[in-house]
């Protein structure tokens, strides 16, 4: 699987646009983007994936660049409980890399009042 | 609510023992993962069975064992038991072995005193 680079924490405002950004330079073309978020221990929660197209979810958008060398997650309005922990993975053909994720460090999302 | 559940919740013991973590898939759901969790590693994938067959194994120790029954919940079997086992399992199950999204359970604490 291609690596990904997060930053390690960010902040934003209650009401507010959360704009987690991911890159994957090293991305092949078979490889998908996902998104997953753990809120405090709980269990990891699935958010959203794609391939090359932008995606939208009840939960949030998925922007990937044309290139497909980074991407950006989107809560349109964050709340107190979109404090978590998200994950960035890419994720290849399961004839190559398995079935499992491979979680990196993430992104600490703070939600401020 | 992920549909996948785990039990049970917390669970702590003593050095050298031997305890037993469960988990119900979804419905209709024939693949399940575990994954480890503990403060310094991460998320670490351990094992995935499909349809009572195992079909990869990950960073999973010797003491560590696990199957799927026909009903198609798992078990993980962990005996022997050292300090450093201490951490959070996860349960995960998807649709089939594919590209299918991961939904994890809410996870099970083992502590090991």
């Known amino acids: 699987d291609a690596k990904t680079t997060q930053p390690p924490s960010m902040d934003c405002a209650e009401g507010r646009a959360a704009n987690l950004p991911c890159n994957h330079s090293?991305?092949?073309?078979?490889?998908?983007v996902y998104w997953y978020r753990q809120i405090h221990s709980q269990g990891p929660q699935y958010i959203i994936h794609?391939?090359?197209n932008n995606e939208t979810n009840e939960m949030a958008s998925l922007i990937i660049t044309e290139d497909r060398k980074s991407s950006t997650l989107i809560l349109p309005h964050a709340t107190l409980r979109d404090t978590a922990v998200y994950y960035c993975?890419?994720?290849?053909?399961?004839?190559?890399?398995?079935?499992?994720?491979?979680f990196g460090t993430g992104t600490s999302l703070t939600v401020i009042p | 609510d992920s549909g996948v559940t785990q039990t049970p919740k917390h669970l702590i013991t003593a050095t050298g023992q031997r305890v037993t973590l469960r988990c119900s898939p979804r419905?209709?759901?024939?693949?399940v993962y575990w994954y480890q969790q503990s403060l310094d590693q991460g998320l670490q994938f351990l094992i995935h069975?499909?349809?009572?067959?195992?079909?990869a194994k990950g960073n999973i120790l010797e003491r560590f064992s696990a199957q799927q029954f026909p009903d198609l919940h798992s078990e993980l079997n962990l005996s022997s038991l050292e300090l450093g086992d201490s951490a959070l399992y996860f349960c995960?199950?998807?649709?089939?072995?594919?590209?299918?999204?991961?939904?994890f359970g809410p996870g099970t604490r083992l502590t090991v005193l």
């Open positions: 995960a199950s998807s649709e089939g072995q594919g590209r299918n999204t991961q939904y």
């Open positions: 794609g391939l090359k």
């Open positions: 993975i890419v994720r290849g053909p399961p004839w190559v890399t398995g079935n499992q994720f491979y």
């Open positions: 069975y499909y349809n009572g067959e195992e079909r």
């Open positions: 419905s209709g759901d024939l693949s």
């Open positions: 090293t991305i092949s073309g078979n490889e998908y």
